[in-house]
């Protein structure tokens, strides 16, 4: 493992000893995530050696813990899958899928959680804490039941009963706040610290991107090179800060010899980062943002993004840039990715082709490019907006002729 040299504040440049600050820079006092750990790249002079380890603790070169205190489930190491069909379709030369659904708890929150888990034992804390839609609290509960801490969960009361569920099953305190996701993670920040909770919130801890980047990592090693473009869905932004993150060690390092460019897509109705980054395109700096947030892709449906700064910052030093898709055309590529790939991706995981159909229109992304797509959670969590899109299926008597009715029209 990679002793970190520090952290450093992406909005003020500040920097501080490795460990010393949990979640905000006292210097300039930015109300939200803005934190990065940073490590000494020319220390690192070859590639990930090749290990026997199946999940991101092979990557321990470029993290801040080892697997020494790695909770005992399993994160990284998903399924790349190469989407032909759909890149012929697209009119694309290569197209790639990375399931970071396929985690333990069902979304690619694990691997920020992994990360986290190990920094509180290594830290000596003594219980977690997180705000969530959903999928970050179900991760938490889960690596919290297999690594014995106490786990204290706050989530919006419209979060999907389904993922509720996952949550009680893994033993988890949880509170259902009556207020929207950023009244949540308000509250969990406030109660984190007046109970000494270690809070794994997305886009506040930087330990969260620091998990998240390996997926760059792994795409790097499957491909055996850098893609020009990869997609990804965004809400608090501490995803695709980490998908940017990952590239950028790679090109530190001296591993890569360029980025990819990296796409955030978010929700019409839940675009706040698509807009500062709007804003730091024309020189504004990039102050915490507060809009309304509405989408049917209840992952993604973030008014007050903690991971702003990064999510900016990044993926403008990516080349990359931000997409908005309307909740139709969410709803329509979970199916389309359904169909086409075998992948039941839940709206926010299928957001990156509803993205990448729109960044081709716009000519963004070009024919040409090798691109990677993200899906960061299954469908199987709440299929219940899908089943609001499709027909029911027909109920027959147990008999032939019903079939063949059906069969022959
Ligand atoms: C968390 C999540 C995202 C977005 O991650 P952010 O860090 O909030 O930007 C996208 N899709 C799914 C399924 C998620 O659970
Ligand atoms: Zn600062």
């Given at each position: 493992?990679?002793?970190?040299?520090?952290?450093?504040?992406?909005?003020?440049?500040?920097?501080?000893?490795?460990?010393?600050?949990?979640?905000?820079?006292?210097?300039?006092?930015?109300?939200?995530?803005?934190?990065?750990?940073?490590?000494d790249y020319r220390k690192?002079?070859?590639?990930?050696?090749?290990?026997?380890?199946?999940?991101?603790?092979?990557?321990?070169?470029?993290?801040?813990?080892?697997?020494?205190?790695?909770?005992?489930?399993?994160?990284?190491?998903?399924?790349?899958?190469?989407?032909?069909?759909?890149?012929?379709?697209?009119?694309?030369?290569?197209?790639?899928?990375?399931?970071?659904?396929?985690?333990?708890?069902?979304?690619c929150k694990d691997r920020?959680?992994?990360?986290?888990?190990?920094?509180?034992?290594?830290?000596?804390?003594?219980?977690?804490?997180?705000?969530?839609?959903?999928?970050?609290?179900?991760?938490?509960?889960?690596?919290?039941?297999?690594?014995?801490?106490?786990?204290?969960?706050?989530?919006?009361?419209?979060?999907?009963?389904?993922?509720?569920?996952?949550?009680?099953?893994?033993?988890?305190?949880?509170?259902?706040?009556?207020?929207?996701?950023?009244?949540?993670?308000?509250?969990?920040?406030?109660?984190?610290?007046?109970?000494?909770?270690?809070?794994?919130?997305?886009?506040?801890?930087?330990?969260?991107?620091?998990?998240?980047?390996?997926?760059?990592?792994?795409?790097?090693?499957?491909?055996?090179?850098?893609?020009?473009?990869?997609?990804?869905?965004?809400?608090?932004?501490?995803?695709?800060?980490?998908?940017?993150?990952?590239?950028?060690?790679?090109?530190?390092?001296?591993?890569?010899?360029?980025?990819?460019?990296?796409?955030?897509?978010?929700?019409?109705?839940?675009?706040?980062?698509?807009?500062?980054?709007?804003?730091?395109?024309?020189?504004?700096?990039?102050?915490?943002?507060?809009?309304?947030?509405?989408?049917?892709?209840?992952?993604?449906?973030?008014?007050?993004?903690?991971?702003?700064?990064?999510?900016?910052?990044?993926?403008?030093?990516?080349?990359?840039?931000?997409?908005?898709?309307?909740?139709?055309?969410?709803?329509?590529?979970?199916?389309?990715?359904?169909?086409?790939?075998?992948?039941?991706?839940?709206?926010?995981?299928?957001?990156?082709?509803?993205?990448?159909?729109?960044?081709?229109?716009?000519?963004?992304?070009?024919?040409?490019?090798?691109?990677?797509?993200?899906?960061?959670?299954?469908?199987?969590?709440?299929?219940?907006?899908?089943?609001?899109?499709?027909?029911?299926?027909?109920?027959?008597?147990?008999?032939?002729?019903?079939?063949?009715?059906?069969?022959?029209?």
């Amino acid at each position: 493992m990679a002793e970190p040299l520090g952290v450093r504040c992406l909005s003020c440049g500040q920097e501080y000893a490795p460990w010393s600050l949990d979640y905000f820079c006292p210097s300039c006092g930015f109300p939200a995530g803005s934190l990065e750990v940073l490590y000494d790249y020319r220390k690192l002079s070859a590639p990930f050696p090749k290990t026997e380890k199946l999940s991101l603790w092979r990557y321990e070169a470029l993290l801040p813990v080892g697997e020494d205190f790695a909770p005992p489930l399993r994160a990284g190491f998903t399924p790349l899958y190469p989407a032909s069909k759909l890149a012929q379709e697209l009119g694309l030369r290569e197209l790639w899928i990375k399931d970071d659904a396929l985690h333990p708890t069902g979304s690619c929150k694990d691997r920020g959680t992994a990360v986290v888990v190990a920094a509180a034992k290594k830290l000596g804390r003594k219980a977690l804490s997180c705000a969530s839609t959903g999928n970050a609290a179900a991760s938490l509960a889960g690596f919290a039941a297999a690594s014995g801490f106490p786990c204290y969960i706050f989530v919006p009361k419209a979060a999907p009963r389904p993922k509720i569920a996952q949550l009680v099953a893994f033993g988890a305190r949880v509170f259902r706040v009556d207020g929207s996701y950023d009244q949540a993670f308000a509250l969990a920040l406030v109660a984190s610290q007046e109970f000494g909770w270690y809070n794994r919130s997305d886009g506040l801890n930087p330990m969260v991107v620091e998990g998240n980047k390996t997926v760059s990592f792994e795409i790097w090693e499957g491909l055996g090179d850098v893609p020009e473009a990869v997609v990804v869905a965004a809400g608090d932004g501490a995803v695709v800060a980490g998908v940017c993150k990952g590239f950028l060690e790679l090109k530190r390092a001296g591993f890569a010899e360029r980025v990819p460019k990296v796409f955030g897509v978010q929700a019409e109705g839940a675009a706040a980062i698509a807009h500062a980054f709007s804003r730091f395109l024309s020189g504004e700096p990039i102050l915490p943002a507060e809009e309304p947030a509405e989408t049917i892709a209840d992952s993604i449906c973030v008014g007050k993004p903690a991971a702003v700064i990064p999510a900016v910052k990044y993926v403008a030093e990516t080349g990359g840039g931000y997409v908005t898709v309307r909740d139709p055309d969410l709803l329509g590529a979970s199916l389309d990715l359904a169909r086409k790939t075998g992948i039941f991706a839940e709206p926010s995981g299928a957001a990156p082709l509803a993205g990448l159909r729109k960044l081709l229109a716009e000519g963004r992304i070009e024919p040409g490019d090798r691109v990677v797509l993200i899906v960061t959670g299954s469908g199987l969590k709440d299929p219940s907006s899908i089943l609001r899109e499709v027909p029911e299926p027909p109920t027959i008597p147990p008999q032939l002729e019903a079939v063949s009715e059906v069969v022959r029209g």
